[in-house]
């Protein structure tokens, strides 16, 4: 069985703004069997907003969390897909040796998906891989903003990053 994961992070939507999710990263994570979101979600109601799409969602919290998130949302997850593992974080720390830094700290993932550079990126090594989807509502540095999707089959994983 294949599983298509919406993959999301640094939403920063206040409670003014909880609906204000672009359309198509909405659609990504209707669309998808299950979503996660990589932290910086900011408020209880942007939480509540993305639930209420019906997709199974998956959330750490980051560092401009509500405190109410901060308490909900743990600060690592780990899930298990179509027999691949794959663990949540938001900072992953500096850009220099992350992918060997990450590695160590997950030893049993084959990916770790996390977000707060706001800049899309992927990298692999030997069948690890790391994936940052960038932010589909404050690109800052990035060229565009972006989300991401995974497909999930047979203990593999495929990222590929989304224009939103």
Request: proline share 6%; net charge negative; charged share 20%.
């Amino acid at each position: 069985m294949t599983t298509r994961v919406a993959v999301i992070s640094d939403t920063h939507l206040s409670a003014a703004r909880a609906d204000a999710l672009p359309a198509a990263c909405r659609d990504l994570i209707a669309g998808a069997d299950i979503a996660i979101h990589g932290g910086d979600v900011s408020s209880e109601e942007a939480l509540a907003a993305m639930r209420a799409l019906g997709t199974p969602l998956h959330a750490v919290h980051g560092n401009v969390d509500a405190p109410a998130l901060v308490r909900e949302l743990p600060e690592t997850l780990a899930l298990e897909v179509e027999g691949a593992r794959i663990e949540v974080v938001h900072d992953a720390g500096p850009a220099g040796g992350r992918l060997q830094r990450l590695r160590s700290a997950f030893p049993r993932a084959d990916a770790v998906v996390f977000g707060h550079s706001h800049m899309p990126l992927l990298e692999a090594e030997d069948g690890f891989q790391i994936f940052n989807p960038g932010s589909p509502t404050q690109r800052r540095r990035a060229p565009r903003h972006t989300a991401g999707i995974a497909i999930a089959d047979a203990g593999r994983l495929r990222f590929e990053h989304v224009v939103v």
